[in-house]
């Protein structure tokens, strides 16, 4: 048993006391009941279990969580997709999703909105070309599997909110 | 009556038991052994003595758990077969990974079982100027003395790094489902150094 202490969504949680062979999945899901993140493939490959961590530095990155165990997660702030929302209203990554009807079970959705959401940041802080967008999209979303949309939605739905705004997340006049 | 068909009930119980245990033994790696440097005594040439004690080392050397991480492309490989690596991982401008996907994400510093997830605190790729894949023992012998590709060592140094670095000595503790390497990292350390007192010779193939 090994206690941890760890920021998620805001809230500090801790010090708990779990199992050293405790996954972080399980940790959310069976320990706290945040079922937001989801439990699939079970070996880092689909992502649906991913969840966004934030480095001290101010850049941030998802990981998996169902090889991952809790206790590696000690001292870490990290965000779940129950909390992309704030004060009860959805992001706009949220609100193009519905608005795209970018998910079909939604099973793989949280894993997709995670990752927009990191991609968003990172293009708020260094915009990329217009012309680049399509790939840097393509490259940000590779990885998560999804079985039931075909995925074209979940990019179209990405970009856009970045056109959208594109004077913070592309570079002016390309 | 009774009691015979108590006795076919015990004697179908150990029958299922005892075929359990079997595949159980049966499905365990049985763990490769290495030679020490003892056994090359016989080998009255220095020359062949050292190229044979190398030559022995290869076995730790061209072993899935050395040898996937010390691929010939940007892509580690994994398991027993040496499959490709999946999630598809890529090298990255350092060996940790590409900045979105550090090695560092899914392994870290211990092996995880419940996920299969083998782990070390500085889980990376050898550099690509120290990539065995596809080599013979003789070529990665060659390697493995020239500073150039091995990291600016020279060749007294590799008895540190194969017989106590912690990452190399996790192939031998590799977590579930994967075979360790041979022997041990004590042997494959006292190979390494028996093999450069006579003269780090090798093999020739």
């Known amino acids: ?174 | 009556m009774k009691s015979e068909l108590q006795l076919q009930l015990a004697v179908a119980v150990l029958a299922v038991a005892t075929s359990m245990f079997t595949g159980y033994a049966v499905s365990q790696t049985v763990p490769q052994s290495l030679a020490s440097p003892e056994n090359f005594a016989s080998i009255a040439d220095t020359e062949a003595r050292s190229a044979a004690m190398f030559t022995e080392l290869g076995k730790v050397l061209t072993h899935p758990r050395c040898m996937n991480c010390h691929p010939a492309g940007d892509r580690p490989r994994q398991g027993d077969e040496s499959r490709l690596h999946q999630p598809p991982v890529m090298r990255g401008a350092d060996g940790h990974g590409l900045p979105a996907m550090r090695c560092s994400i899914c392994h870290k510093h211990a092996n995880f079982e419940p996920g299969r997830m083998p782990g070390h605190p500085e889980w990376h790729l050898a550099p690509r100027e120290m990539a065995w894949e596809g080599k013979t023992v003789a070529e990665i012998c060659a390697q493995l003395k020239d500073p150039a590709r091995n990291g600016g060592r020279k060749v007294e140094e590799l008895i540190h790094h194969i017989g106590e670095d912690t990452l190399v000595g996790w192939g031998w503790a590799p977590g579930a489902g994967r075979s360790p390497a041979p022997g041990t990292q004590k042997q494959a350390g006292a190979l390494v150094e028996a093999w450069v007192k006579t003269g780090a010779a090798c093999p020739a193939q």
């Open chain 1, 1 to 174: 048993m090994t206690k941890v202490n760890l920021t998620i969504n805001g809230r500090t949680y801790g010090p708990l006391e779990v199992r050293d062979e405790l996954s972080m999945n399980d940790f959310l899901r069976e320990y706290l009941g945040m079922t937001g993140t989801k439990f699939s493939c079970g070996a880092a490959q689909c992502l649906s279990c991913a969840v966004i961590v934030d480095e001290p530095d101010g850049t941030s990155y998802t990981s998996p969580t169902c090889v991952t165990s809790a206790v590696s997660f000690d001292g870490k702030t990290i965000r779940t997709v129950e909390g992309l929302a704030r004060d009860g209203e959805l992001s706009a990554l949220q609100k193009a999703f519905i608005r795209h009807f970018a998910f079909q079970c939604g099973y793989c959705t949280p894993g997709f909105l995670n990752e927009g959401q990191v991609l968003l940041e990172r293009l708020a802080k260094a915009p990329v070309k217009r012309a680049d967008l399509e790939n840097t999209i393509a490259e940000a979303l590779d990885g998560h599997l999804c079985r039931c949309t075909g995925y074209i939605k979940y990019h179209e739905a990405v970009r856009d909110v970045i056109l959208a705004d594109s004077r913070r997340y592309l570079v002016a006049n390309q």
